[in-house]
């Protein structure tokens, strides 16, 4: 088809990509029986020489869960259509890859709380003490 599009800094080459076909249960009726429309969509993640390096590392980190001696795989059977499974599976990959691909978020830099929040805690606390201590039912 064409080279698949991850982000700005990482395109698959068309070539990386090994697609396999399958019958796939669904929608379809008897054509489903006959026909190849399920698709395997297979990227061999840890030897691409497509993929940079420091972004190598994050993704077979983030997908280890995924990988099957480093090759990814994503399939599609959801349309009638082999050429609709084909660009929902490489969607599902180019998604995959975006997802895991994303630099971590900033981490959070730690704030104290300030007096006035600590002294309507405090004052809030006794407050409430007061309601339950009112609920005893002491009788002088």
Same mark, same amino acid.
């Given at each position: 088809?064409?080279? &698949?599009?991850?982000? *700005?800094? &990482?395109?698959? =080459? ?6 396999? #076909? +399958?019958?796939? +249960?669904? !929608? ?12 395997? &969509?297979? #990227?061999? $993640?840890?030897?691409? !020489?497509?993929? %940079? ?5 994050? $993704?077979? @980190?983030? $997908? ?5 001696? *480093? ?5 599609? +059977? ?14 599902? &990959?180019?998604?995959? $890859?975006?997802?895991?691909?994303? =630099? !971590? %978020? =900033?981490? /959070?830099? !730690?704030?104290? =709380? ?16 007061? @309601?339950? /201590? ?7």
């Amino acid at each position: 088809m064409e080279d &698949l599009v991850v982000t *700005g800094s &990482l395109t698959v =080459p068309d070539g990386e990509l090994v697609e396999r #076909f +399958s019958r796939s +249960s669904g !929608p379809g009726g008897q054509g489903v029986n006959t026909t190849d429309s399920r698709v395997e &969509l297979a #990227f061999d $993640l840890a030897r691409s !020489p497509s993929v %940079p390096e420091h972004l190598r590392a994050r $993704l077979l @980190t983030r $997908l280890a869960g995924r990988l099957v001696d *480093g090759v990814v795989t994503v399939t599609a +059977s959801e349309h009638r259509t082999q050429l609709a499974n084909r660009r929902a599976a490489r969607e599902r &990959l180019a998604q995959l $890859l975006r997802e895991a691909a994303a =630099p !971590p %978020p =900033p981490r /959070r830099r !730690p704030t104290r =709380p300030t007096r006035g929040s600590q002294e309507r805690r405090i004052a809030e606390k006794k407050r409430r003490g007061e @309601t339950k /201590r009112g609920r005893q039912g002491r009788f002088d």
